[in-house]
């Protein structure tokens, strides 16, 4: 199946959008092994590697490497890690001055097993992220007012999340959710959302059906429109993603690339997706554009190291 090619200049617009992210913030301890160990196996790993990460972390480096305006809402520790990553975000012009930083708390932490092929097995450790409260949220009210669109991920505690969903609806800011983990118990207010963003596992977690094809993926997208949100885009691996606005539905495929480690696709996909349907306007036109943005992270090692530049994913199109 042929690939629509998006114009490669997406610098569409004359101000950057504003992107507020609101969740996780992690250290990414990666271990490269040929396989994923089965429980109680002991293997012998190649590599141990620290990347900045956490979903939230590394959706707002996306969209920060795609030229939005990005702040960052979310909590680390007053450990060694929590000043390393608020440095990380700093160094790609996100603005941390909201964070707030745990006294006597550990920073989030992630344990990441890539084998060889790519995929991977992920343990993730909150700490700091588990902290963050409704209060917390509330206190920085006017900055979600600000945004443009306002960007949620399940790696900070739900209410936090709920609450974000609230304050962005009471003043018509775009909301952008991506379900993970996928929460056991789905509340109403979750799923109110202009655009929600699971991969095939978390779809089936959210309404039960488990979706393993294209039809599959269409009918888990009438059920969360049924559930509240206005748009769907289901991400399907190496087959692409399926899209659904409660009227249009339309199968984007997937880029060829060399898989070499999945971890931050998705959040890179995310991330640019954001950006790009702030800049124009058109959230089908950018999904191309995250398409590639998330393989060029596929292709690479790490989290945000693996995250590509705006000039990057226009290179990248222009020769497809």
Known sequence: MGQELPSANIRLG????????????????????DRIPRPGETIIGQTLQEFGGGKGANQAVAASRMN??????????DDGFGNQ????????????????????????????????????AITVIPGANGRVTPSDIRKN??????????????????????????????????VMLDPAPAPSEVPSQLLGVDLICPNESEAESLV????????????????????????VII????????????????????????????????DTFA??????????????????IACASGALAASRLGAQASIPSLSEVESFLSEQ
């Open 208 to 231: 039960g059906i488990a979706v393993d094809s294209i039809e599959s993926a269409k009918s888990a997208s009438k059920r969360l429109h049924h559930l509240g949100a206005a748009n």
């Open 68 to 77: 939005a305006a990005v702040r960052m809402l979310g909590a680390v520790g």
């Open 271 to 288: 991330g640019t997706l954001a950006a790009a349907w702030m800049r124009s306007g058109d959230l089908q036109k950018a999904i191309p």
């Open 14 to 33: 004359k101000t950057p959008p504003k992107v507020v992210v609101v969740g996780s913030i992690n250290m990414d301890l990666v271990i490269n092994c």
């Open 85 to 120: 990553l608020l440095e990380n975000l700093k160094s790609d012009q996100v603005d941390v001055s909201e964070i707030d930083v745990q006294p006597g708390t550990p920073s989030g932490t992630a344990i990441i097993n890539v084998q060889s092929d790519g995929e991977n």
């Open 141 to 174: 009210a006017a900055v979600i007012e600000s945004a443009d669109i306002v960007m949620l991920q399940l790696e900070i505690p739900l209410d936090a999340v709920i609450e974000s969903i609230l304050i962005a609806r009471s003043t018509k800011t775009r």
């Open 235 to 266: 991400t399907l691996g190496s087959r692409g993603c399926f899209f659904s606005d409660g009227n249009t539905t339309k199968h984007f495929p997937s880029w060829a690339i060399d898989t070499v480690d999945t971890t931050a696709a998705g």
